[in-house]
Antibody, heavy 122, light 108 residues
Framework: QVTLRESGPALVKPTQTLTLTCTFS??????????VNWIRQPPGKALEWLAL???????YYNTSLRTRLAISKDTSKDQVVLTMTNMDPVDTATYYC??????????????WGQGTLVTVSS | DAQMTQSPSTLSASVGDRVTITCRAS??????LAWYQQKPGKAPKLLIY???TLESGVPSRFSGSGSGTEFTLTISSLQPDDFATYYC??????????FGQGTKLEIK
């Protein structure tokens, strides 16, 4: 059974760095073809893909947010970590991690975490 | 990168209706398109991938079609559980996954 769960602070101040952790089970990120993605959704708005990491430690980022994002993995803990620097109120959103479903770099997402709401406010 | 546009933004329908949601890509994405259902406060749920392949466990009243730049999601007979927001997502471009802006399906 595949599950993912996001964790991190609910509230961050402007200019701070956000660190989110995705803890997953039911698959291994050391298995070829596995990808874990981060996606966010501002309240009442559409989904936005942020970043992904694969079994081979390849990393890809949303072009417009590339300079602020970093993704990493700890295979021994079955975790993926996303950091986003210089947080702004417009970054207020629910942040999801999701597994790539088809074994490709650019893919659909077959399993999602429940999401974690991050509010950016002073 | 392909931009995705869904129509309509809001759709009002009744239980038992047949409904269709359209998703258009700004450039050809072959059949690399997925559809998701999202209910308030919940994560999106994968319904269809590769434009027309039904995800395991998804009711057969959901179907997808299209290729190139125009795609549709059809629900053959609306059930009470189907009232939600639906998103399309393209996964053709290596550089960016992108989603449509969503279609909210409301009870008439």
């Amino acid at each position: 059974q595949v599950t993912l769960r996001e964790s991190g602070p609910a509230l961050v101040k402007p200019t701070q760095t956000l660190t989110l952790t995705c803890t997953f089970s039911g698959f291994s990120l050391s298995t070829g073809g596995m990808y874990v993605n981060w996606i966010r959704q501002p309240p009442g708005k559409a989904l936005e893909w942020l970043a992904l990491i694969n079994w081979d430690d390849d990393k890809y980022y949303n072009t417009s947010l590339r300079t602020r994002l970093a993704i990493s993995k700890d295979t021994s803990k079955d975790q993926v970590v996303l950091t986003m620097t210089n947080m702004d109120p417009v970054d207020t959103a629910t942040y999801y991690c999701a597994r790539g479903g088809g074994g490709s770099l650019v893919d659909y997402f077959d399993f999602w975490g429940q999401g974690t709401l991050v509010t950016v406010s002073s | 990168d392909a931009q995705m546009t869904q129509s309509p933004s809001t759709l009002s329908a009744s239980v038992g209706d047949r409904v269709t949601i359209t998703c258009r890509a700004s450039q050809s994405i072959s059949n690399w398109l997925a559809w998701y259902q999202q209910k308030p406060g919940k994560a999106p749920k994968l319904l269809i991938y590769k434009a027309s392949t039904l995800e395991s466990g998804v009711p057969s009243r959901f179907s997808g079609s299209g290729s190139g730049t125009e795609f549709t999601l059809t629900i053959s007979s609306l059930q009470p559980d189907d009232f939600a927001t639906y998103y399309c997502q393209q996964y053709n471009s290596y550089s960016e996954h992108s989603f449509g802006q969503g279609t909210k399906l409301e009870i008439k």
